[in-house]
């Protein structure tokens, strides 16, 4: 079945930092791939997203580029802020396909915790 | 559009007893989804509907759960005879066209006491 795998954390790193949160998934077919983030006592919001091979999703500063060849969805962003720090989810979906096997369902990873200080 | 709603946001019971959790799609959204969130680890699926069809279920879903979703528009969760190990965040999230993205709600937390 599909699954995702991010970098095991937390993460903590100092204001104006570089940043790169690793993901790499497993689907049989040609998956949507997402980067979901989770404010501490808040839902899960949208980040970025890719369709297809070679796609890079960006927003807010992040980036992410759907590689295919190795299967990676790394997420990046040059200066992170304390306003950045929160939990990160990569996550894929199958492409809901007319033989009824797959509607869409997101499969996430297991999240990172990053924590960024002044 | 007001986003997506759920309701209660937080969910205290006994142990054994049944609770009812309430999501609200955005309106022109025909797929809903429910999801749950344990301590430390991502969402897993629950369950999803296409308008008020009930298409996929999940293996987590175990006979003590149920999820309807009515006219298509609302969708309600149950779990009845709750056990500790329902204690969880219970997400929703509703699309229009998958590769869009989903828009989550914030949540109902359930802790079984």
């Known amino acids: 079945g599909d699954s995702v795998t991010q970098m095991e954390g937390p993460v903590t790193l100092s204001e104006e930092a570089f940043l790169t949160i690793n993901c790499t998934y497993t689907?049989?077919?040609?998956?949507?791939l997402f980067w979901y983030v989770q404010y501490p006592g808040e839902g899960l919001q949208l980040l970025l997203k890719?369709?297809?091979?070679?796609d890079k999703g960006s927003n807010k500063g992040f980036e992410a580029t759907y590689r295919k060849e190795t299967t990676s969805f790394h997420l990046e962003k040059g200066s992170v802020q304390v306003s950045d720090s929160a939990v990160y989810f990569c996550?894929?979906?199958?492409?809901?396909?007319?033989?009824?096997?797959?509607?869409?369902?997101?499969?996430f990873g297991q999240g990172t915790i990053l924590t960024v200080h002044p | 559009d007001t986003g997506v709603s759920q309701d209660p946001r937080h969910k205290i019971t006994k142990r054994g007893q049944n609770v009812t959790f309430r999501c609200d799609p955005i309106?022109?959204?025909?797929?809903l989804y429910w999801y749950r969130q344990t301590l430390g680890q991502g969402p897993e699926f629950l369950t999803y509907?296409?308008?008020?069809?009930?298409?996929?279920k999940s293996r987590l879903l175990s006979d003590r759960f149920s999820a309807e979703r009515p006219k298509g528009s609302f969708s309600t969760l149950e779990i009845q005879r709750t056990e500790q190990g329902d204690s969880a965040m219970y997400l929703c999230?509703?699309?229009?066209?998958?590769?869009?993205?989903?828009?989550f709600g914030s949540g109902t937390r359930l802790t079984v006491v």
């Open positions: 999230a509703s699309s229009l066209q998958t590769v869009r993205g989903y828009t």
């Open positions: 689907a049989t077919g040609y998956p949507s």
């Open positions: 890719a369709t297809k091979a070679d």
């Open positions: 996550a894929l979906s199958e492409p809901a396909n007319a033989g009824g096997t797959s509607y869409g369902k997101l499969t």
């Open positions: 309106s022109e959204h025909n797929r």
């Open positions: 509907f296409q308008n008020e069809a009930q298409l996929e």
